[in-house]
């Protein structure tokens, strides 16, 4: 080793040291061996839905009547005060992109020997409006999808579709004022992806309505193609 290459190592040494890396959900120091962004005992506590063992589960049930699904699947369920809320909050809010590239991973590890997944073209990640794109540095469904493609070797189309207006905060809205304003945000964007099967990602599936317009949009723009969903989790109840 260099004299520089020691000075280097000696460097991140003493980095670690005065700037530990915390757990995501507790603040503890993580060492070493422990999950990049967990530590052991939160990571534990990260309850998985196993959902890619049942060809119907609670999202293709989320959606059952609105958007005819090939599969759908979440990694994990999301409640509030859990492990997987201080997760998609990091990944959302407090800057950490790394967090949707590796939980990204983790889903594509899941699903990359899918028999139902075996024909996928390619991902497409759920559009956020470039004005919170902005705020945000990135759209947290690439970070997953990018996580996704590496695991399953898969290409990402994050040009597919594009976030159209800014719905802002929704709250002093009518629920069909809410829903109207959801479906009239979306629009095809760039490719043909004519008789292929693709995959929506999106970071959490609450109602579905996100995921029923984006797919019905995608199922109506190509003939004969088709529609599969992964999120990284989902909300019970
Ligand atoms: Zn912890």
């Known amino acids: 080793m260099s004299i520089k290459q020691q000075l280097s190592s000696l460097g991140a040494g003493l980095q670690s040291l005065l700037y530990p890396t915390l757990c995501l959900n507790c ?14 005992s939160c990571y534990g506590e990260l309850a998985l839905t196993n959902y890619w063992k049942q060809a ?9 009547g609105r958007l005819p699904l ?18 998609i909050h990091a990944l959302k809010y407090y800057r950490r992109p790394e967090v949707g590239i590796q939980l990204g991973r983790e889903l594509g590890n899941h699903l990359k020997e899918h028999p139902t997944l075996a ?41 597919a579709l594009r976030r159209t207006s800014f719905t802002g905060s929704q709250t002093k809205k009518s629920r069909i004022e809410r829903v109207d304003n ?13 008789g292929k099967h693709l995959l929506l990602v999106d970071d959490v599936i609450t109602t579905g ?5 984006c797919g019905n949009l995608l199922l109506e723009a190509y003939p004969g193609s088709r529609v599969s969903i992964a999120t990284l989790a989902i909300t019970e109840g």
């Open 209 to 213: 309505a996100t995921l029923d317009f």
């Open 70 to 87: 090939t599969f759908g699947v979440a990694l994990y369920f999301f409640n509030t005060g859990t492990v997987c809320q201080s997760l």
């Open 119 to 159: 024909d996928l073209h390619g991902i497409i990640p759920v559009p956020i409006h470039p004005t919170r794109r902005h705020e945000r540095g990135y759209n947290q469904a690439e970070k997953i999808a990018d996580g996704m493609a590496a695991a399953m070797g898969l290409p990402v189309f994050d040009r």
């Open 182 to 194: 959801v479906r009239k945000s979306f629009a095809i964007d760039k490719g043909d992806f004519s």
């Open 27 to 40: 603040q503890r120091p993580l060492f070493g061996k422990e999950e990049p962004q967990l530590c052991i």
């Open 56 to 64: 119907e589960n609670p999202v293709t049930d989320r959606l059952t």
